[in-house]
């Protein structure tokens, strides 16, 4: 009878070493797997942040242009601008700067060239930078 109890311990402890063995092989997959999906969310909030910062920069070029628009029809001798924008004017953490450069076109003197470049967020190593270019008409000739 000693041999059926001795060989009932080594099933019994063969079966408790197998169940180690299946938990850890599920203890490594489960971490692997919350892994990857660190990763991939870590990805994603990158993702959405330079979105953010792209769409914040174009908005900022389309206001630079209607900035010069607005400025050139106020004084017609208004070439250049550099226009910073503090974080809280743009209701967030940081600051943004536009600068508008006007030219005007050969052989036609009531028109110029407008271009704008928007960067965001200004002094930043992810910094966006939109251009936007053009032309307006000063006035109309009768």
């Known amino acids: 009878m000693r041999r059926s109890t001795s060989t009932t311990r ?11 063995v299946v938990a850890m092989i599920c203890l490594v997959l ?11 969310v870590r990805s ?5 942040v330079q979105e953010q910062l792209r769409l914040q920069a174009e908005w900022l070029a389309e206001s630079g242009l209607e900035r010069a628009v607005s400025q050139l029809h106020a004084d017609s001798t208004y070439t250049h601008e550099t226009w910073s ?3 809280g004017e743009l209701g ?17 003197p009531q028109h110029r060239i407008v271009h704008v470049e928007a960067v965001y967020p200004t002094g930043s190593t992810q ?7 053009t032309t307006i008409v000063l006035f109309q000739e009768s």
Not at 127 to 133: D, F, K, L, N
């Open 10 to 20: 080594r099933a019994t402890s063969r079966r408790n070493g197998a169940f180690l």
């Open 30 to 40: 489960s971490t692997v797997l919350v892994g990857a999906v660190l990763t991939l």
């Open 44 to 48: 994603q909030h990158r993702q959405m």
């Open 85 to 87: 924008i503090a974080a």
């Open 92 to 108: 967030g953490g940081d600051a943004g700067a536009v600068t508008i450069r006007i030219e005007p076109v050969e052989n036609q």
């Open 127 to 133: 910094a966006v930078r939109r251009t936007r270019q």
